[in-house]
């Protein structure tokens, strides 16, 4: 994989100063542990960083009026927060940061412009419009709202679990698990259409290959919620290669012929999270969420 082939290089990354190139890491890297079967064992905690559209053409012409952002929050080195005195102060990293940081967000397309297809952005307009605030009517209702998980690239805090045949995610964001079959199983039927689809893998080397299909198009793409939902025709490829105990980067291929005219690729890198801090609290809908309120204005 050519984005964790050149993290690994030595020298200096494209855009790197030489005195960040000698920067050490925050968290010196660790041999790979391996499990029985010599496959890498990245079970445990942790934290996923990247894997959205970070799309730099977004309308601006007929989204500024609605008050969306073209480059999404967070897409930055951040995190910064307020000083004492009210300025901006960068935060402290947290303990398993890699820096420099490995590459997040879209990668391929270079420049960030996503190539929709004609379908694809007026779709993506409409959805834009018409889903807040208040949303014209339940089909533009964020599906956050409705409970429903990210699927299939939520971030934050993840558990990470393998048994013989199968890898585990579960996140701690309303409660999503992926499961990715190792066993050589093949997809099930098109006619089987999942809200997460239906995830298969197999690891060359310390690089685990995942296959996604069967799809219902109930989700939408990344995190971004002025993104509708994608069409029941993506597919999604990833790599997650284990660079070292402390860091795993991935790429992530969106192909969806009725959204974009060639396959779109988001990076992104795993971390563990600090084992002396609290453990991640529980994050999941509830009766009685003010979401509906804001959104409808009721």
């Not at 199968?166 to 098109?190: I, K, M, W």
């Not at 290959?209 to 990344?222: K, P």
Request: glycine share 10%; hydrophobic share 35%.
């Amino acid at each position: 994989m050519a984005i964790a082939a050149s993290w690994t290089m030595p020298g200096i990354a494209v855009g790197q100063s030489p005195a960040a190139a000698a920067k050490p890491a925050a968290a010196a890297a660790g041999a790979i542990k391996r499990l029985p079967d010599g496959t890498p064992d990245i079970r445990g905690t942790w934290v996923r960083v990247g894997g959205g559209l970070n799309e730099a053409n977004a309308p601006e012409s007929e989204l500024k009026a609605f008050g969306v952002l073209s480059e999404p929050q967070g897409f930055g080195q951040g995190p910064v927060a307020a000083g004492s005195g009210g300025e901006v102060a960068v935060a402290k990293p947290p303990k398993y940061m890699p820096n420099p940081r490995p590459p997040q967000g879209v990668i391929d397309p270079v420049d960030r412009l996503l190539p929709y297809t004609v379908e694809g952005r007026a779709r993506r307009l409409d959805y834009a419009k018409n889903m807040c605030c208040p949303a014209k009517n339940l089909a533009y209702l964020e599906l956050s709202v409705r409970c429903a998980p990210p699927q299939p690239w939520a971030g934050g805090s993840v558990n990470i679990l393998q048994r013989p045949g199968q890898v585990h995610l579960l996140f701690e964001a309303n409660h999503h698990t992926r499961v990715f079959y190792t066993d050589g199983r093949a997809h099930p039927s098109p006619n089987m259409r999942l809200f997460g689809g239906h995830s298969t893998g197999r690891w060359e080397g310390n690089t685990l290959h995942v296959d996604t299909t069967n799809l219902d198009g109930r989700a939408y793409f990344g995190v971004g919620n002025t993104f509708p939902p994608f069409s029941q025709e993506l597919h999604i490829t990833e790599q997650f290669t284990v660079v070292s105990d402390k860091l795993i980067t991935f790429v992530l291929t969106y192909d969806d012929p009725k959204t974009f005219t060639r396959p779109v690729k988001s990076a992104g890198f795993f971390y563990p999270m600090d084992e002396t801090e609290e453990p991640a609290p529980e994050f999941t809908c509830h009766e009685g969420s003010y979401s509906m309120q804001n959104i409808f204005g009721f």
